[in-house]
């Protein structure tokens, strides 16, 4: 006699597993299995999470429209020292900025650390360079770097603690990064040091993904590469929607591909800033 629930079964894809979960379970326990309770709860805020990303860009106000339309961004204007910065508004875990101040990179990741000035003479001793110091500015100090690839960084004082959002980010947030260097070996060296990131091979020996955080958003460190910079995927409700916006406003979309747990298209703005949407693919 046929099943009477046949007709109710549905196919279940077969999808990749999610990279993030398995580096962050497996060194959650065996970090876990010596840890006192207490440290224990820690672990979640144990990892170095950018506070702030910055783009640069050549008019903040021509890009703060093109996100707007293209993210969903609404942004508080600001102009700061002779250039426009726009701030984005709502809860996207790791801030967006787009600033058009002359000879800032493409992308500066910014942190809230404890010690700013340690932190920038731990960068020069590890090989990196400050290229803004602002230890003794009224507005409280701040120092702009590069590190020892050439990457942007920045760091100002940790102003109270900030809870890392869980899951993926919200859409217009960022959901994954990648630095992207030459020397994928001295990068971990670097930011191990720096910022205390322990790194677990996925994929590829020139892919290192930061692990042990159970943050919104994934970080990796890509070797190989021909110049230094950062990555960035956006997530977006709709990748076909939102590629097709881009091309609408003047910038470039190219095809969608897999990026670990995601699917994403990489495009540039109307000014040529390269960035990433995407969507979990599950």
């Given at each position: 006699m046929p099943d009477a629930f046949e007709g109710l079964r549905r196919p279940y894809p077969i999808r990749r597993p999610d990279p993030r979960f398995a580096v962050q379970l497996l060194r959650r326990l065996e970090l876990e299995r010596t840890m006192e309770p207490e440290q224990s709860e820690a672990l979640a805020i144990r990892v170095a999470v950018p506070a702030m990303v910055h783009l640069g860009v050549g008019?903040?106000?021509?890009?703060?429209?093109?996100f707007g339309e293209v993210l969903g961004w609404e942004t508080e204007r600001a102009e700061y020292r002779g250039h426009v910065r726009h701030y984005v508004l709502g809860e996207l875990g790791v801030r967006?900025?787009?600033?058009?101040?002359?000879?800032?990179?493409?992308?500066?990741?910014?942190?809230?650390?404890?010690?700013v000035a340690g932190t920038a003479r731990l960068v020069?001793?590890?090989?990196?360079?400050?290229v803004q110091d602002q230890l003794d500015d009224d507005e409280g100090p701040f120092v702009a770097v590069r590190d020892d690839q050439g990457v942007g960084l920045a760091f100002w004082p940790r102003g109270g603690q900030r809870v890392e959002p869980q899951g993926w980010a919200p859409p217009g947030g960022l959901a994954y990064f990648a630095i992207q260097v030459p020397d994928v070996e001295r990068a971990t060296t670097f930011?191990?040091?720096l910022l205390g990131?322990?790194?677990?091979?996925v994929g590829v020996p020139q892919y290192q993904h930061v692990a042990d955080h159970l943050g919104g958003v994934a970080m990796g460190i890509l070797g190989g590469e021909p110049a230094a910079g950062v990555a960035l995927h956006f997530i977006v409700a709709d990748l076909d929607a939102a590629a097709a916006k881009v091309i609408a406003l003047g910038g470039t979309a190219g095809e969608p591909h897999p990026t670990g747990p995601m699917l994403a298209v990489d495009c540039?703005?109307?000014?040529?800033?390269?960035?990433?949407?995407?969507?979990?693919d599950r």
């Open positions: 008019d903040a106000d021509r890009a703060a429209r093109f967006p900025c787009i600033t058009d101040e002359p000879g800032v990179p493409d992308v500066q990741l910014g942190f809230q650390v404890e010690d020069e001793e590890l090989g990196g360079t400050v930011y191990g040091r990131w322990p790194f677990e091979t540039r703005d109307d000014q040529g800033l390269p960035f990433s949407v995407a969507i979990p």
